[in-house]
């Protein structure tokens, strides 16, 4: 049965905008915080007198906070409800937010900044964690296809102007606004969930929680990020690392152990007994994770061999963002239509022809050649990502929305951070290899330089197009397979 949205929504003509617009204002907060940042680290490094690495803290810790407490709070909203979540989530988010921006002043101590963003990273994590899930929750089955998809353009909207209102911010005013941008819009989406999203009982509410599941998942995770997102500045071979990323597989390895023998575990790992629940689920990884290479790659192309300027590299990679908005939008107009499989097909291909244009970059590639690539790559991402999400969604029973939901937000950034460092490696090594292979140099002419360079921006682009291969011939294998859960809640 539709759960009813009381003044939210009118029920007569199915108007559900407001509670779409709550969700896609979490989707767009969190998509925005992990792109304005960065541009503003510069300023910090300054401000607090920091080397690049110290200051790098700022991104990294609120992302291993929201590793490690994703699945934890996909969790817990399938035993408390996914409204305490989502509002306790944006209010933890918006007064992070605050405290980012107001107490590395007060107290002249960095360390306050990087507690306020690990704070901030917990109410991220519990925004990330349901937005999905309440998709699928609260959204009537005829159009679940085109909220998945309004959500995901929102992502792709927060993540390609990041970058450009971060900078407008950090140059104009400081950057200490591009925190504090956060607070009209979390206070907004605070107020409208608080009437759209109905206090539902869940089913799961006499579960007992998996608080050793919850230890391993979070210590497992920043333990495995930590070394990867920090194996090339530290050195792959220092204790750190290696230690590091050992713990992290011993404690990953009594994760799935504690998981397969607790009686309400943290994440159902018998749900991958299902081969479709288990392609869908690889499509998303490898899909980030290969797209992880182009998406760190390309601004040094931009940079190093087409020599444009920061401000240039921004708004042409936007292109790849507005793009995917566009077939975002699109796939989920035609998800009920066609179906999700069909769409995600059509996905992968326009993603496999912008991945093989994208291999043949040259120091003297046009910008308009540059600019096809990202665009067929965008629209790819954006007939693939909303399908699919919504597919996964939908496959389970509905007393496992929670956890579905917070698995595919993992699967999102997870992926992209551990691509970033194994195709950074891939890179480096390879360009060194080249260089030592025909004799070149440090000293050897600019245009020499540029030529090693683009040979191993190749060898990685190569390696991102088998992953893009896999991920064609794996969505052919994807079915759009319903749970009876929501056959009968269509039928009602």
């Given at each position: 049965?539709?759960?009813p949205?009381?003044?939210?929504?009118?029920?007569?003509?199915?108007d559900?905008?407001?509670?779409?617009?709550?969700?896609s204002l979490?989707?767009?907060?969190?998509s925005?915080?992990?792109?304005?940042?960065?541009?503003?680290?510069?300023?910090?490094?300054?401000?607090?007198?920091l080397?690049?690495a110290?200051?790098?803290w700022?991104?990294?810790i609120?992302?291993?906070?929201m590793?490690?407490?994703?699945?934890?709070?996909?969790?817990v909203?399938?035993?408390i409800?996914?409204?305490?979540?989502f509002?306790?989530?944006?209010?933890?988010?918006?007064?992070?937010s605050?405290?980012?921006?107001?107490?590395p002043d007060?107290?002249?101590?960095?360390?306050?900044?990087?507690?306020?963003?690990?704070?901030?990273?917990?109410?991220?994590?519990?925004?990330?964690?349901?937005?999905?899930?309440?998709i699928?929750?609260y959204?009537?089955?005829?159009?679940?296809?085109k909220?998945?998809?309004?959500?995901?353009t929102?992502?792709?909207?927060?993540?390609?102007?990041?970058?450009?209102?971060?900078?407008?911010?950090?140059e104009?005013?400081?950057?200490?606004?591009?925190f504090?941008i956060?607070?009209?819009v979390?206070?907004?989406?605070?107020v409208?969930?608080q009437?759209c999203?109905?206090?539902?009982?869940?089913?799961?509410?006499?579960?007992?929680?998996?608080?050793?599941g919850?230890?391993?998942?979070?210590s497992?995770?920043?333990?495995?990020?930590?070394?990867?997102?920090?194996g090339?500045?530290?050195?792959?071979?220092?204790?750190v690392i290696?230690?590091?990323?050992a713990?992290a597989l011993?404690?990953?390895?009594?994760?799935?152990?504690n998981?397969?023998?607790?009686?309400?575990?943290?994440?159902?790992?018998?749900l991958?007994?299902?081969?479709?629940?288990?392609?869908?689920?690889?499509?998303m990884?490898?899909?980030?994770?290969?797209?992880?290479?182009?998406?760190?790659?390309?601004?040094?192309?931009?940079?190093?061999?087409?020599?444009?300027?920061?401000?240039?590299?921004?708004?042409i990679l936007?292109?790849?963002?507005?793009?995917?908005?566009?077939?975002?939008?699109l796939?989920?107009?035609?998800?009920?239509?066609?179906?999700?499989?069909?769409?995600?097909n059509?996905?992968?291909?326009?993603?496999?022809?912008?991945y093989?244009?994208?291999?043949h970059?040259?120091?003297n590639t046009?910008?308009?050649?540059?600019?096809?690539?990202?665009?067929?790559i965008?629209?790819?991402?954006?007939?693939?990502?909303?399908p699919?999400?919504?597919?996964?969604?939908?496959?389970?029973?509905?007393?496992?929305q929670?956890m579905?939901?917070s698995?595919?937000?993992?699967?999102?950034?997870?992926?992209?951070?551990?691509?970033?460092?194994?195709?950074?490696?891939?890179?480096?090594?390879?360009?060194?290899?080249?260089?030592?292979?025909y004799?070149?140099?440090?000293?050897a002419?600019?245009?020499?330089q540029?030529?090693?360079?683009?040979?191993?921006f190749d060898?990685?682009?190569?390696?991102?197009?088998?992953?893009?291969?896999?991920i064609?011939?794996?969505t052919?294998?994807?079915r759009?397979q319903?749970h009876?859960?929501y056959?009968?809640?269509?039928?009602?």
């Amino acid at each position: 049965m539709i759960i009813p949205m009381d003044s939210c929504t009118d029920q007569k003509n199915g108007d559900y905008s407001l509670l779409l617009v709550s969700i896609s204002l979490a989707i767009f907060m969190a998509s925005l915080d992990g792109t304005i940042v960065n541009i503003a680290l510069p300023s910090i490094s300054e401000a607090f007198s920091l080397s690049s690495a110290a200051v790098s803290w700022v991104s990294t810790i609120y992302l291993l906070v929201m590793a490690g407490c994703v699945l934890i709070f996909g969790k817990v909203s399938d035993i408390i409800g996914f409204k305490r979540i989502f509002l306790t989530g944006f209010m933890i988010f918006t007064l992070g937010s605050f405290t980012c921006g107001v107490l590395p002043d007060l107290t002249g101590s960095f360390l306050t900044l990087v507690g306020s963003r690990a704070f901030q990273g917990i109410g991220g994590a519990m925004i990330t964690a349901v937005a999905p899930a309440m998709i699928a929750a609260y959204i009537p089955m005829e159009q679940k296809g085109k909220a998945m998809g309004f959500i995901m353009t929102a992502a792709a909207l927060g993540t390609a102007i990041g970058p450009t209102i971060g900078g407008i911010l950090t140059e104009y005013l400081s950057w200490h606004w591009i925190f504090f941008i956060n607070i009209p819009v979390g206070i907004l989406a605070v107020v409208l969930g608080q009437r759209c999203i109905p206090h539902v009982p869940s089913s799961a509410s006499q579960e007992k929680f998996d608080r050793s599941g919850a230890f391993l998942i979070f210590s497992g995770l920043a333990l495995l990020l930590f070394g990867m997102s920090e194996g090339d500045a530290l050195g792959w071979t220092s204790p750190v690392i290696i230690g590091s990323l050992a713990l992290a597989l011993i404690l990953l390895g009594l994760f799935v152990r504690n998981e397969l023998h607790f009686s309400f575990p943290l994440l159902e790992l018998r749900l991958f007994r299902d081969r479709n629940f288990l392609i869908l689920n690889l499509i998303m990884i490898l899909l980030y994770f290969g797209f992880s290479g182009i998406n760190y790659l390309l601004p040094f192309y931009l940079k190093y061999v087409g020599e444009y300027s920061t401000s240039e590299s921004g708004l042409i990679l936007t292109s790849l963002s507005f793009a995917m908005m566009v077939t975002g939008l699109l796939a989920g107009s035609l998800y009920n239509k066609i179906g999700g499989r069909r769409i995600a097909n059509i996905g992968t291909f326009l993603l496999l022809i912008g991945y093989y244009l994208i291999l043949h970059l040259r120091v003297n590639t046009s910008l308009w050649y540059i600019i096809v690539c990202l665009v067929m790559i965008g629209f790819g991402l954006g007939f693939i990502v909303s399908p699919i999400s919504n597919m996964t969604m939908t496959s389970v029973a509905k007393r496992f929305q929670g956890m579905t939901s917070s698995l595919t937000s993992l699967e999102r950034f997870a992926p992209m951070t551990i691509g970033i460092a194994l195709f950074n490696v891939i890179f480096i090594r390879g360009m060194m290899a080249i260089a030592s292979e025909y004799g070149v140099t440090k000293n050897a002419p600019v245009a020499i330089q540029q030529q090693v360079l683009t040979a191993g921006f190749d060898l990685t682009f190569a390696v991102t197009f088998i992953f893009g291969i896999v991920i064609f011939i794996l969505t052919f294998m994807a079915r759009d397979q319903v749970h009876p859960d929501y056959l009968e809640e269509s039928s009602q």
